[in-house]
């Protein structure tokens, strides 16, 4: 399946430049597999399963089987809600090997943002567990499916054995075109689709890999949801296997959990949200039993870390710092492992490719030769279209992509990010959008009109705060209501607002629009 192309002249210079190679991650599976020392080689470790790379092949190759018996075809696209679980790295790599298009969705996705995303890509399958806790995802999967006509199957990843086939061959895909469809952190309130090849994921991998100095001997937890594009290839869980290495999985990030895997796989490398690199760090300043002598990198990312964190990271954990800077539509920025300390402790890192191009303008698109600016990038990892060609205003009329974020480049070019130019909050990573959620605000009866801002947080570095003028001032909403309405109209959890204040009107700008600024100006002031 074909995605909106990089110019001619743009495909002719990274294929001559040796950065897209051909290779499908089903290449990759099946060489690696098929080296003899690397097959016996630990592949994927989680709570109760252990594969080696010949293991993960086997498993692969017949849920691949299976799904085509079932009826799922080439190019069709499948939903994915899977948890830190083996089952989510076959099920992945079966899809690639039978040529369907995973989409990538999260656990903590509800009913709301998963009909959006079935519906956008026509999705003719959904795969997760049966339940989560105490979501029964099961229910939450028909629900989706009675609402998404192009819904034929459901797939219950703790039962893939039901599914699978003795293995067939199956027609090689071009590297060139759509290997699958990440989600956005969302501008808006259903995350956009971002299509992604072979070739271009397959270099972001590759070279992530070189930055972050993963070989063999690599064990990388994913600690975050794996769906995320930082566990999964800044360098992640696809970098781990691209290099032989190991990728283990924990269903927990928090240290009781999380650090028995360090202790048990010898995990090396991990990637975290700074609210979740504060808990880690505090939780070892303070003193533990757990040995994590292993741990020797830990990567930074998904919202700004704090300075002061920072500078705490390394000596408590007693490792290497790397920050990261990026996005799932392309560009990836790492502070370099023999950096000063003064760079990786408090700027964002560089572009990780050579031929990663940026350029700072202002709101009106004028360049901005000093200070900061709006960031623009083009590379061979950074799309140029989203799905449908949804969003179009998120690209410059040359192509580039228009990231949103506010940032300064020092003069030896390491990036400070200093915020973003739209009303997308950061929720210790999460991306809430304003818009959804004023939109669900105003469908409550005690709600005449909403405006949602984001507060600073010492732990989560944003928090939601719902400013409502109340439809009767005598009986004004409060937040445990509003977030009970929000959570049953199926919005994830940290999507609900964090606080809610009443005010009596929104200060304006002198065009007579809602001033967000002066509502965060206010929320200072308290």
């Not at 790599?93 to 039978?98: E, G």
């Not at 009913?111 to 029964?136: C, K, Q, W, Y």
């Not at 669900?440 to 705060?465: M, N, Q, S, W, Y």
């Amino acid at each position: 399946m074909k995605v909106a192309p990089w110019p001619q002249e743009l495909i002719d210079r990274y294929r001559a430049q040796g950065l897209w190679r051909g290779e499908t991650f089903d290449d990759v599976l099946r060489q690696r597999a098929a080296d003899p020392q690397v097959a016996t080689r630990t592949a994927v470790v989680d709570a109760t399963t252990s594969l080696t790379y010949a293991e993960l092949d086997e498993h692969v190759g017949r849920l691949a089987a299976g799904l085509v018996a079932l009826g799922v075809g080439r190019d069709d696209r499948v939903l994915l809600q899977i948890p830190n679980q083996a089952e989510y790295v076959i099920v992945v790599f079966a899809l690639f090997r039978m040529g369907a298009l995973p989409v990538f969705g999260l656990p903590a996705h509800r009913e709301n943002e998963l009909v959006g995303i079935a519906g956008a890509a026509d999705a003719v399958a959904i795969v997760s567990p049966r339940r989560i806790g105490a979501v029964d995802h099961r229910a939450l999967a028909e629900s989706v499916a009675a609402q998404v006509p192009s819904v034929r199957h459901l797939i219950d990843v703790d039962d893939l054995a039901s599914v699978s086939a003795d293995p067939i061959e199956h027609a090689r895909s071009d590297p060139s075109e759509m290997a699958f469809l990440q989600l956005s952190g969302g501008s808006t309130g259903i995350p956009k689709l971002i299509p992604r090849t072979h070739d271009d994921y397959l270099y972001s991998v590759i070279r992530s890999n070189e930055v972050c100095g993963v070989t063999a001997d690599t064990v990388y937890l994913a600690t975050l949801p794996v769906a995320h594009n930082f566990p999964m290839s800044s360098p992640g869980i696809l970098g781990a296997l691209y290099a032989g290495g190991t990728v283990a999985l924990t269903e927990s990030p928090a240290p009781s959990v999380a650090w028995e895997m360090v202790q048990r796989a010898g995990v090396t490398m991990t990637g975290l949200v700074p609210p979740l690199a504060r808990l880690w760090t505090e939780t070892a300043e303070a003193g533990t039993d757990f040995d994590l002598s292993t741990l020797r990198t830990v990567l930074v990312g998904g919202a700004r870390c704090p300075d002061e964190l920072a500078r705490r990271i390394g000596p408590a954990l007693g490792v290497t710092l790397q920050q990261v800077f990026g996005m799932a539509e392309g560009l990836v920025c790492y502070t370099r492992l023999d950096d000063p300390e003064d760079v990786v402790t408090s700027t964002q890192g560089r572009p990780m490719s050579d031929a990663d191009e940026l350029r700072l303008v202002t709101e009106d698109g004028e360049i901005v030769t000093d200070g900061p600016g709006f960031l623009e990038t083009q590379g061979p990892y950074t799309i140029r279209a989203y799905w449908a060609d949804r969003s179009p205003e998120s690209f410059a009329p040359d192509g580039w992509y228009r990231t949103g974020d506010v940032v300064e480049l020092t003069p030896e070019g390491n990036m400070l990010v200093r915020g973003r130019g739209g009303d997308r909050i950061n929720r210790g990573g999460e991306k809430v959008s304003a818009e959804q959620l004023e939109e669900e605000l105003l469908a409550h009866p005690l709600v005449r009109d909403a405006i949602v801002v984001a507060v600073a947080d010492k732990f989560l570095g944003e928090r939601t705060c719902a400013y409502v003028i109340p439809a009767d001032p005598e009986q004004p909403p409060t937040l445990p209501v509003l977030r009970k309405f929000v959570r049953e109209a199926g919005l994830a959890e940290w999507k609900l607002p964090d606080v809610v204040k009443v005010i009596d009107g929104f200060p304006e700008t002198g065009v007579g629009k809602v001033s967000r600024k002066q509502l965060r100006e206010l929320l200072a002031q308290n």
